[in-house]
């Protein structure tokens, strides 16, 4: 496999003080985490580390901590009061540059808004807003008084966002007029209007004027944010919170047509993001940051809020496309606020990489030192690409590993802490304190070079709480295959030299753009279409995505393929989840491949999709008669 040798240029090179700190936090992971977690300030220090009944980990038990205060009331004690928190840029041009000191006054002021629209410590409060400042000073004001937020993104349609707004119950859902996305106000608050029509927990919606449209507010309901925050108070005392004190819900697809609510804590999720950014971005109080994910996934809430400002950092944040107005926006943006640190998605890579060098020369992006990479396996042309054009062969590129219930990155190359040298393509060795493996079906470890599924089999501290609202479905996803080890739902192989490669997903989860859909919510969706009896849902590759929805359609009896079914099939999904599960492909077809026990069997959909063959038949759990899926697969082909 292809090995990079990074040039003189850098300051990190080849150092390998990695394997000591690794081995250190291996072997006493109390001690080593205990000495995190006192790099940040805690109201009242812990009674015990870890208390580990697995599948049940609690860290920092007994300790009292306040995420607002750790992002913003720490540092206006000090110089940074004067230093830069955000640079927002938004996407027609307009800017706002908010110091610590104003960051922290914002938020205290919506803290007193919340407050005084009867919030208290334990509500949920839900949060739909575009890219702009309020959206992580409302996080931040519910951290200060213990409202657990639930951020949805603004990209889920009306049906996506209630049903996550149902499932946490929250009292307050915070939203936009609207927000600009190439060049178009997304009206927000008219989508949130029709989601709370089905929304019975919600009692208030606080809106933020961001794109002065015109809108609709319902009396006694709808309050505009600017008309409350001029009566609000200058202070809210930022509340001790327990270690457990879940900080956040964020939803995320699994197996089934319903997504999990994954519950992340505040002592240990705090203490592991603060360390991991230190180790993966060498991340200080001068970087400027900049995360291109949306605040709506888990990259956003520890890439974009918790971690850099914790560490005192400036963060960037860019609310519209990448590409608007010019294909150079990007580019722009970083030589515009002096970008230090770039993070991004494969996908976002392969885009811009398709528009040529000659869009990023005309740009100065010598203020970068460096880049990472997030979300999706990156390939070696990606990787080389970015390493050469935009990091000009002088930036180490991080290809960091993690999901949204590791709460913060897991495997990664971490140069803060001289990692061994770097291969494109792989996400090297697992962090300090992350005891990473590659299992067999029997939980026992592969050999090198083969594939396995990764696993992790020691707590860490940024392991989520649970699946909110059902336990059951937390021990089954992610603790019963292997009882007392973390599965990931991920392929990977170890090479020769212990180099982690993440493959993809071993389950029925899909990866389009980086984004994570359930393959079963998109074919619930299509199912809800009255000409629909039956739907299977598979992903082929793309060359920019890295993957695209293909689906499988049987009609009842009744109706036949038309080009209108498939285009009312598409718009259901679109209205049901939102634009990204959009499937690329639909195909009318008379059978699906199924199991013994009636699972669809979406592997072999994803062979007729990409004209592959269907590989060994035997190794399958459950298969149904090798020869039926065989001739399921012949006639498909015909089909499609
Ligand atoms: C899944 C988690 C964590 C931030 C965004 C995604 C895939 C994530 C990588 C990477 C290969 C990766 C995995 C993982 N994934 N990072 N560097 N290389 N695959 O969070 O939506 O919870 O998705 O994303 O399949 O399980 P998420």
């Given amino acids: ?54 599948p049940y980990a609690k860290w920092f038990v007994g300790g009292t901590l306040n995420a607002s205060y750790l992002c913003v009331d720490r540092h206006v004690k000090t110089w940074r009061r004067s230093k830069v928190a955000i640079y927002w840029e938004g996407e027609p041009g307009d800017t706002r540059v908010l110091s610590y000191s104003t960051l922290y006054r914002e938020v ?22 575009p890219m702009i400042p309020e959206l992580p000073i409302a996080m931040l004001a519910c951290a200060r008084i213990g409202a657990t937020h639930t951020v949805i993104f603004s990209g889920f349609s009306a049906q996506a966002l209630a049903d996550r707004v149902n499932d946490t119950g929250a009292r307050l859902l915070i939203t936009a007029d609207a927000g600009f996305r190439r060049g178009k106000p997304v009206a927000l608050k008219r989508i949130a209007d029709e989601a709370l029509e089905i929304t019975p927990s919600v009692e208030k919606m606080l809106v933020v004027r961001r794109a002065n449209i015109p809108v609709v507010m319902t009396p006694g309901r709808d309050v505009w944010l600017h008309e409350l925050m001029d009566q609000a108070s200058l202070f ?57 994910a949306d605040v709506g996934w888990v990259t956003g809430h520890s890439s974009i809020v918790y971690a850099p400002l914790m560490h005192g950092a400036a963060i960037v944040l860019y609310e519209g496309a990448p590409d608007y107005p010019s294909i150079d ?44 990479s997030v979300g999706e396996p990156i390939n070696p042309e990606a990787w080389a690409w970015y390493y050469k054009h935009i990091g000009k062969e002088k930036c180490p590129v991080v290809d960091t590993w993690w ?48 594939r396995g599924i990764l696993v ?16 059951k479905r937390y021990v089954e996803s992610y603790w019963s295959k292997f009882p007392g080890i973390y599965y990931t739902g991920d392929y990977a192989i170890k090479d020769k030299d212990g180099y982690y490669w993440i493959l993809g997903r071993a389950d029925e989860v899909l990866k389009i753009a980086g984004h994570r859909i359930g393959t079963v919510e998109i074919e619930d969706a299509a ?35 038309s080009p209108a079914i498939k285009a009312e099939i598409k718009d259901l999904i679109r209205k049901s989840i939102g634009p990204i599960a959009s499937p690329e492909q639909v195909y009318f077809v008379s059978k699906l491949p199924k199991t013994r026990s009636g699972k669809i069997m979406r592997r072999i959909l994803k062979a007729v999709a990409t004209s592959a063959s269907i590989g060994d038949l035997t190794t399958l759990e459950d298969e149904s ?16």
Avoid at 348 to 359: N, T, V
Wanted: charged share 25%; with cysteine; glycine share 8%.
């Fill in 625 to 640: 008669s090798i020869e039926e899926v065989k001739k399921v697969y012949e006639e498909l082909k015909k089909e499609v």
């Fill in 456 to 471: 992790i089999k020691a707590p860490w501290p940024g392991i989520f709480l649970g699946v909110y609202g059902d336990p």
């Fill in 1 to 54: 496999m292809p090995q990079t040798t990074l040039t003189s240029g850098s300051t990190y090179w080849p150092f390998k003080k990695y394997f000591g700190v690794y081995n250190r936090s291996i072997k006493d992971p109390e001690a080593f985490w205990a000495e995190e977690a006192r790099k940040l300030e805690w109201f009242k220090t812990w009674d015990k580390v870890l208390d580990w009944q697995p």
């Fill in 236 to 292: 809210v005392n930022p509340d001790p919170m327990d270690s457990l004190h879940p900080l956040y819900i964020l939803y995320t697809s699994g197996t089934t047509g319903k997504p999990k609510g994954i519950v992340h804590g505040t002592g240990g999720y705090l203490t592991f993001n603060h360390s991991v950014y230190k180790w993966v971005f060498d991340i200080k109080e001068e970087s400027v940051y900049w995360c291109t």
């Fill in 108 to 129: 205290n002021k919506f803290a007193s808004v919340l407050l005084n629209l009867g919030m208290k410590k334990g509500d949920r409060i839900a949060l739909y807003l």
């Fill in 527 to 561: 199912v809800s279409h009255p000409a629909v009896a039956e739907a299977g849902v598979a992903s082929i590759p793309d060359p920019i995505k890295g993957e695209a929805i293909v689906i499988f359609v049987i009609l009842k009896e009744g109706f036949s393929p």
């Fill in 329 to 372: 926006r990007w580019w722009d943006i970083i030589e515009k606020y002096g970008v230090t640190i770039f993070y991004t998605s494969p996908t976002a890579i392969r885009m811009l990489m398709r528009y040529g060098e000659q869009e990023i020369e005309k740009h100065d992006l010598s203020s970068l030192e460096l880049l990472g």
């Fill in 403 to 450: 999901q949204t219930e590791t709460g913060g990155i897991m495997i990664s190359p971490a140069p803060a802490i001289e990692c061994p040298p770097l291969k494109p393509g792989s996400a090297t060795f697992p962090l300090p304190g992350i005891l990473a493996d590659v299992v067999d079906e029997k939980g026992e470890s592969m050999p090198p070079e083969e």
